[in-house]
């Protein structure tokens, strides 16, 4: 059974530029999450897909926004990236049917803005 | 709103002593806290949480973590360190007490040294 898994590992962009980051679920969950994690930081929690729509989000700017498709599967798009964008990326997933469901995170993007 | 704050950005031990890793929380509602652990170039692994249930929770890998009102406190313990336990620390805090990452708040982490 996969776990969550992310797509790319790294990548490197130029300030201003948009980029897109990917998360598969782990089988049998229907809940995404996704989270930044500054160098140094603890994650913070960006926002949550389920049922392909966005359910909750978190502290940060419309620059950043997200889609889930009908596999379950999710994007998180960010545009106009500025260098305090560089973070590592993870998203996590659960089971939909309770709150009280582990999610498991995937090993996350790590995107550097230059 | 809630938040946690870890004291101590590391924390080194020798192999074999205690492991104490401190967290404080602040939540006006009733908190759901949990201790994530991740290691270099991984994402998080959940170690233990605390649901109300009881107050002593145990986890994976010998952890423990004792949740206390009074103090409001949820520190993480492990009786004696073993070189794989070197690795970043999270307490986070939730109101929902699945551990589903749904909202949750993290500390800024412990990096966690063990000296052989």
């Known amino acids: 059974d996969a776990g969550v898994t992310q797509s790319p590992t790294h990548l490197i962009k130029t300030r201003g530029q948009q980029v897109t980051l990917r998360c598969s679920p782990k089988?049998?969950?229907?809940?995404v999450s996704w989270y930044q994690q500054a160098l140094g930081q603890g994650p913070q929690f960006i926002f949550q897909?389920?049922?392909?729509?966005?359910?909750q989000r978190g502290n940060f700017p419309d620059r950043f926004s997200g889609h889930q498709f009908p596999n379950y599967s999710s994007e998180l798009n960010v545009n106009a990236l500025l260098l305090g964008d560089s973070a590592l990326y993870l998203c996590a997933t659960r089971r939909a049917d309770s709150m009280n469901t582990e999610a498991f995170f995937g090993q996350g993007t790590r995107l550097t803005v230059v | 709103a809630q938040s946690v704050t870890q004291l101590g950005s590391h924390v080194s031990v020798s192999e074999g002593a205690l492991v104490l890793l401190r967290c404080n929380y602040s939540s006006s509602v009733p908190p759901y806290l949990f201790w994530y652990v991740q290691y270099p170039n991984q994402g998080l692994q959940l170690l233990l949480k605390?649901?109300?249930?009881?107050?002593l929770v145990k986890g994976i890998n010998g952890f423990e973590a004792e949740f206390k009102k009074s103090e409001t406190s949820f520190h993480l313990t492990k009786p004696s360190a073993h070189m794989s336990d070197a690795a970043e620390y999270f307490c986070a805090v939730s109101p929902y007490s699945g551990g589903g990452a749904d909202g949750l708040t993290f500390g800024k982490g412990t990096h966690l040294i063990i000296q052989p």
């Open positions: 089988s049998g969950h229907d809940t």
């Open positions: 897909y389920y049922e392909e729509e966005e359910r």
């Open positions: 605390y649901t109300s249930a009881a107050t």
